[in-house]
C-alpha cells in the first residue's frame, strides 16, 4: 500500500536528520513548526520554524454579495523565520484543509534555505492544496529577499514602476438603501478616498434594475471609471443579456458572471461579447491557465498569488496571458500580507504592450471593513490621485505590527 501524504511528509524530514517539533508558538495564537535551536553565532539563513496563524474580525455591518453574505473577515497566515529571526510572511484565505496543510507541508522546509522555486516541487509533491502552497512561498520569498536585504520584486528582475493605478471593490449590497443612493454615495466616499476606478458588485437584484442604476451612475458620475463585478451570479444566457448591456454602458469588464467550476462556458461567452470578460480568480495551477488562456476564456485573466501557488505562479501566468495577447489584472481581497504581495507582483509586470498609450495592470483594493487590511501592519497603504505607491523596503516592504497580530488570531 502507498504511503499517504503525511508520513511522506515525515519521511522527508527524517532524511534529511533534522527533527521536528510542533510547539504552541509564543505571544500569539497559532501553531509552530520548529527544527533545532539555532547556533551560538546566530548563523545561518535556513528556515528555522513555521508558523501559521487564523485571523478573525466581526464585522459591523453584514457584507453582501450575489449570491452570499458574511459577518466577518477571516484570513490565514504564514510566518517563515529564519535562525537569525528575521521572518518572511505569507496569506491565504481560510478555507478548509488549509492550515492542517500548511503544518503538514511546513515539516519538510525547516532546516532548507528559504528559496521559494528551489523548494516548490516538495512542496506540491507534499500537497495539492494550492492555497496551502501559495501562503508558504510567499513567507518563503519574503524571508529571502529579506535576508538579502532587498524588495521581494528583487528576486524577480526588480520593479519596472515605483506605484500603480488602484480600483477599488465595492462593499457590496447595503440593506434597506435604494441601490443607486448606495453606489452613488459608495462611489462619492471612494473619490475622496483618492480612487478613480470603481468596481461594483452586481448579480443580487433584477438585471433590469441593476442596468437602470448603473446607467444613473454612469451619467452623474462621468469621471470615474466602472467595472461589475457579478460573483458567478448568472445564466449563460443572463450574462450574455446583462454583458452586452454593460458594454454600451462604457463599462472597464465584466468579471466572474458565471459558475467558477472550471470556467467551463467562459470561452463561449467571452466570444460573444464586446465588453473585456475577466476572470480566473480560482486559477490553481499553471496548466489551468494555459489550458484557460489557450481558449481564450478570458479578455483580462486574474491570478490571485494567495491562490495559485504564490508570486512566481502569478508571474507565469501574466506570462502567459501576455503570449495570448490578454490582460493581467491579479486578484485580491484579503489582507494586508497579500495586498503587499499583489504589489510586489505588479511592480515587476510589464505594461500590457509596447505602445505608450498602453494600459498598466492595476490593483485590486477591497473597500469593505477589513481591519485584517488596515491595521494588521505598523504603516498603511495610502491612495493618492488613484494609485498606490510599491513598497521598496526588504522583502515585502511592511512590518506585521505583533499587537494587531495578537487582537485578531484566535
Request: proline letters at 6%; charged letters at 25%.
Amino acid at each position: 500500500m502507498a504511503p499517504d501524504k503525511a508520513e511522506l511528509v515525515a519521511r522527508i524530514a527524517q532524511t534529511r536528520r533534522r527533527p521536528v517539533v510542533a510547539t504552541k508558538s509564543q505571544g500569539s495564537a497559532g501553531a509552530s513548526v520548529t527544527g533545532p535551536e539555532a547556533s551560538a553565532n546566530g548563523a545561518g539563513d535556513e528556515i528555522a520554524a513555521i508558523d501559521v496563524f487564523v485571523l478573525r474580525h466581526r464585522l459591523a455591518r453584514i457584507r453582501i454579495y450575489a449570491v452570499a453574505a458574511h459577518w466577518d473577515r477571516a484570513s490565514v497566515l504564514v510566518r517563515a523565520t529564519d535562525r537569525d529571526g528575521r521572518a518572511g510572511w505569507g496569506e491565504t484565505y481560510l478555507a478548509p484543509g488549509v492550515v492542517a496543510t500548511v503544518r503538514d507541508v511546513a515539516a519538510a522546509l525547516i532546516g532548507r534555505r528559504p528559496v521559494a522555486r528551489a523548494l516548490w516541487a516538495e512542496m506540491r509533491w507534499a500537497s495539492s492544496n494550492s492555497w496551502a502552497i501559495s501562503a508558504l512561498s510567499l513567507a518563503i520569498d519574503d524571508l529571502h529577499a529579506r535576508q538579502r536585504g532587498i524588495p521581494l520584486s528583487g528576486l524577480y528582475g526588480g520593479p519596472v514602476r515605483e506605484s500603480v493605478p488602484a480600483y477599488a471593490s465595492s462593499t457590496g449590497y447595503v440593506e434597506d438603501r435604494p441601490l443607486v443612493d448606495a453606489w452613488l454615495d459608495e462611489a462619492d466616499a471612494l473619490w475622496a478616498e483618492g480612487f478613480r476606478a470603481f468596481k461594483l458588485r452586481i448579480g443580487r437584484c433584477p438585471p433590469s434594475d441593476e442596468l437602470a442604476a448603473i446607467a444613473r451612475l454612469r451619467s452623474e458620475r462621468p469621471d470615474l471609471e466602472v467595472m461589475a463585478d457579478a460573483n458567478a451570479a448568472y445564466t449563460f444566457s443572463q450574462a450574455l443579456e446583462v454583458g452586452r448591456e454593460l458594454g454600451g454602458l462604457g463599462l472597464g469588464w465584466f468579471e466572474e458572471p458565471l459558475p467558477q467550476t472550471g470556467y467551463a462556458e467562459y470561452p463561449r461567452l467571452a466570444a460573444a461579447l464586446e465588453i473585456d470578460l475577466a476572470g480566473g480568480e480560482l486559477i490553481e495551477t499553471r496548466r489551468q491557465a494555459g489550458e484557460l488562456l489557450a481558449l481564450r476564456a478570458f479578455d483580462i485573466v486574474q491570478p490571485d498569488v494567495s491562490i495559485c501557488g504564490g508570486l512566481a505562479e502569478a508571474r507565469f501566468i501574466a506570462e502567459l496571458a501576455a503570449i495570448e495577447g490578454i490582460r493581467c489584472v491579479p486578484h485580491t481581497c484579503n489582507g494586508a500580507i497579500a495586498l503587499a504581495a499583489t504589489l510586489q507582483l505588479l511592480s515587476v509586470l510589464p505594461p500590457d504592450t509596447r505602445s505608450p498609450a498602453s494600459t498598466e495592470p492595476a490593483l485590486e483594493y477591497d473597500a469593505g471593513e477589513n481591519p485584517l487590511r488596515t491595521d494588521l501592519l505598523t504603516t498603511r497603504f495610502v491612495v493618492q490621485d488613484g494609485r498606490v505607491a510599491i513598497p521598496d523596503g526588504p522583502g515585502l516592504g511592511v512590518d506585521v505590527d505583533p499587537a494587531a497580530l495578537d487582537r485578531y488570531a484566535v
